[in-house]
């Protein structure tokens, strides 16, 4: 018997449309990342209802590869493909374990592999998200245990496919290095996803955004200010996209507050206090061909 199907419906009714309409709320702009996690996401619903009407199915390889620079949504999206993964029934739990280097790597022999073992049970039944993943290979080091770490890795993604997904996220030109150091390493990774730099109107737009979500809103002059802000900043070193803009509002917000508090006596009103001023923005050291913030190496890393 031909039963009708209605794709439309199950897609509803699992809940992978809430999780992307919030990606589309959540990320400014990353049109071809977006496009891809639906096709995934379609992939794997149509997966679903071949196997609920016992139709031959094979479970795809999900583990995937994030290339871009910092603040351009990669954890973000990590978690939104575990959750999506979790509505769909291929990951138990849908968390997201993020480790670096350290977390994985022994600095003697023997430390690595329960290191890296732990590290997957950790990670069981939802996504382990490896930043910096290239940082893993050490070609110039013949004592250095990554490849190690690597080897174990890559036995968990072979032997445990419905056990968790694994993510490798790093710098483009890096990332393809790191590739070729191992050949069984880039067949075993299904989806090559690139994470483009954000335009500088979609920078002015997240800015917006995160100010939107704050109750807080800029002046017409500090809109046109902020503009040229980003023009600045994303010309100097240490750029993170997404991650700078968000570090840049944090510190208008404190000359903001302590522009109003200078103002004492004075009395202020609510839209005082919702509103950045041009001035909140134009003593930024960017202005100077300066880097603000004493951290921003360190938060342009994570």
């Not at 750029?239 to 840049?248: L, M």
Request: glycine share 6%; with cysteine; proline share 3%.
């Amino acid at each position: 018997m031909n039963l009708p199907i209605d794709l439309s419906a199950e897609y509803v009714d699992s809940g992978v449309a809430d999780v992307l309409q919030q990606l589309d709320l959540e990320l400014v702009g990353l049109k071809p990342v977006k496009t891809r996690i639906k096709e995934i996401a379609a992939l794997l619903l149509v997966e679903r209802v071949r196997q609920n009407l016992e139709l031959a199915t094979t479970k795809p390889v999900l583990h995937m590869s994030f290339t871009g620079r910092p603040g351009t949504g990669k954890t973000t999206v990590a978690k939104k493909i575990s959750q999506i993964l979790h509505r769909l029934g291929y990951l138990r739990k849908g968390h997201v374990v993020t480790v670096t280097r350290d977390d994985l790597v022994g600095q003697y022999v023997g430390h690595t592999a329960p290191k890296t073992k732990e590290v997957i049970k950790r990670a069981q039944g939802g996504v382990l998200f490896i930043d910096e993943a290239y940082y893993l290979y050490n070609s110039g080091n013949e004592r250095d245990y990554g490849a190690e770490a690597i080897e174990i890795l890559l036995q968990g993604m072979e032997t445990q496919r419905d056990g968790f997904l694994v993510i490798f996220a790093g710098y483009k030109d890096e990332m393809e290095k790191f590739y070729l150091s191992n050949p069984g390493l880039y067949s075993r990774v299904a989806h090559h996803i690139d994470f483009p730099d954000y335009s500088n109107n979609e920078l002015m737009q997240i800015a917006e955004l995160l100010l939107s979500k704050q109750n807080y809103s800029f002046s017409t002059k500090a809109s046109e200010c902020f503009k040229e802000y980003i023009e600045r900043r994303r010309n100097l070193p240490f750029f993170a996209n997404a991650r700078s803009i968000r570090n840049a509002l944090d510190r208008m917000r404190l000359r903001q507050a302590n522009r109003l508090f200078s103002r004492k006596g004075q009395i202020l009103d609510r839209k005082d206090l919702m509103t950045i001023e041009e001035a909140d923005i134009k003593a930024s050291r960017v202005f100077k061909g300066e880097i603000e913030g004493h951290n921003l190496l360190d938060s342009a890393n994570k």
